[in-house]
């Protein structure tokens, strides 16, 4: 008997290979995958302001990376001895005001440049439920454990997230028009937002994306990590001990499947090769200093230069 029903998908075009420049930004899933991508050594850049799990936080991010619009001093506030900016992640948060601002703007220049010059971005939306600064009515990306009674909880509704990424898509056509742009839903289960809630949140992002990718047809597409995780694992021991991120297992199994539907198979042998070396970056020997880890070494630096000089591979 099979116990499984085992999603089947098809390749894309316009795939990945080694010479393509890669953005990944949205909920802690696209971490996950961006890991996989820098330990293969693909040319990544993951996440500037962190992780960003609403649609309306990354579209800000993207709105002010492409039009180069500059933190000041008013858009950061201080909480517990830290800095803040609402729009970042706590992991940005620093001890020093011009230090936290030095960064974001930064981040903003950096964006900018690998946006300009991306031929794939992916955006993993985690939830399509929104907080609200009651202060100002603004929609922030992080709460920064900033008490609960200064915000206002909202779901976004489908047409209210499809427009976001509509505006999502259009900024980032503005300066870089030949870029693929990759939806996926972060399979990550926001329960603390409620079961029947957290439903609701990821049906709203599904249905926005197809909306939007019917718009930017052979431009935009979707990858179903939330599908594969949902209706093809579909099982608790696909799960961390916390009952609601993915664990090891899974991430592998859902980067399978990217790897599948979006990077080139005549990439698969230089993988191969990465993998063996980066295993052998990590190899602790017995004796370092023995003539035959010497041996193994000289062979893996030798690995390295090779991959450098065909494929521009470095490690």
Known sequence: MNFRTSIQLKKEHNQIDYDSNLVLIGSCFSENISKK?????????????????????IENLITKAVNKTFYTEKDLFQFNERWHCFDAHSDLSEVDKIALLNNLNSAIQITHKQIKNASHITITLGTAWIYRFIENKTIVGNCHKVPQKQFSKEL??????????????????????????????????????????????????????????????????????????????????????????PNETAINYIWEKFQQVWIQENTTSILKEVDSIQKGLSHKPFNPNSEQHQNFIASLQQKIIQLKKNYNITF
């Open 156 to 245: 976004l509704s489908i047409e209210e997230v499809s427009k976001s990424l509509e505006n999502i898509c259009s900024l980032i056509k503005n300066i870089n028009v030949a870029a693929t742009i990759i939806f996926t839903v972060s399979p990550v289960r926001h329960l603390k937002d409620g079961f029947i809630e957290n439903t609701q949140s990821k049906s709203h992002l599904v249905s926005a994306i197809h909306q939007t990718i019917n718009l930017y047809k052979n431009s935009a597409f979707y990858f179903p990590s939330f599908e594969i995780m949902m209706d093809d694992l579909r099982d608790y021991r696909f799960y961390t001990s916390d009952m609601v991120h």
């Open 37 to 57: 991508l820098n330990y293969f050594k693909f040319k990544t850049f993951s996440n500037p302001f962190g992780i960003l799990f609403n649609p309306k936080a």
